[in-house]
Structure formats: structure tokens, C-alpha cells
């Protein structure tokens, strides 16, 4: 499973940005498929995950501001709304296996988010 974030840039307080995911390889063995980021001098943290029921979970910081959503391709996109310069990150995709790839852990390359004036 390979997985390519797009769709980080500049952004001023209060703007929006979508963040895209383009799953390849075995994506009929991706299980849960998520959004991390790591701000400087920070640790990585969760922002949200879906799973393929669609089945949403989000970090108490990205509630009712940001959506995660996923399509039959496996692909999956984080619609950022009402940025806040806190939100400044780089933002990785993350997905987990399933079925025999199951307990693997995949990371996208991480595509970095700016929130300035």
C-alpha cells in the first residue's frame, strides 16, 4: 500500500483547505484510513480517522471545523474549514491493513500546512 498526500499550501486565518490521499497497491486490504499532523517541537497526533464503514472519529481540535471522508477507491480527502494558525502543521495520511495485511501501518509523505496572516 502506497499512500500520496496532496493539497497543503498558505491560508489565512479563516480559510480553507482539502486535503487529498491517493491510496495504490492493495487498497481492497485498507482497513481504517486517517489524517495525522505534527506541528514543530510537537509530537504527531491524530486529527481524524474513518473506517470503511464510514465511521468518523476526530480530535476535540478538529471538531465541527474539520471533515474526513473516503471513496470506494480508497481514497481519502480532510476538508479544512476555519483554519486557526494553531492548525499549522505538516498533515500525513495514514491508513492501517486488514484481512492479510492486517496490523500493518502505512504513512503518506506528509504535505505541509500554513495558517498566516
Known amino acids: 500500500v502506497q499512500l500520496q498526500a496532496s493539497g497543503g499550501g498558505l491560508v489565512q486565518p479563516g480559510g480553507s483547505l482539502r486535503l487529498s490521499c491517493a491510496a495504490s497497491?492493495?487498497?481492497?486490504?485498507?482497513?481504517?484510513m486517517g489524517w495525522y499532523r505534527q506541528a514543530p517541537g510537537k509530537q504527531r497526533e491524530l486529527v481524524a480517522q474513518?473506517?470503511?464503514?464510514?465511521?468518523t472519529n476526530y480530535a476535540d481540535s478538529a471538531k465541527d471545523r474539520f471533515t474526513i471522508s473516503r471513496d470506494i477507491a480508497k481514497n481519502t480527502n480532510l476538508q479544512m474549514n476555519s483554519l486557526k494558525p494553531e492548525d499549522t502543521a505538516l498533515y500525513y495520511c495514514?491508513?492501517?491493513?486488514?484481512?492479510?495485511?492486517?496490523?500493518?501501518?502505512?504513512w503518506g509523505q506528509g504535505t505541509l500546512v500554513t495558517v498566516s496572516s
Open positions: 495514514n491508513a492501517w491493513g486488514t484481512l492479510s495485511l492486517r496490523g500493518r501501518e502505512y
Open positions: 497497491g492493495r487498497t481492497d486490504r485498507i482497513g481504517v
Open positions: 474513518i473506517t470503511s464503514g464510514g465511521r
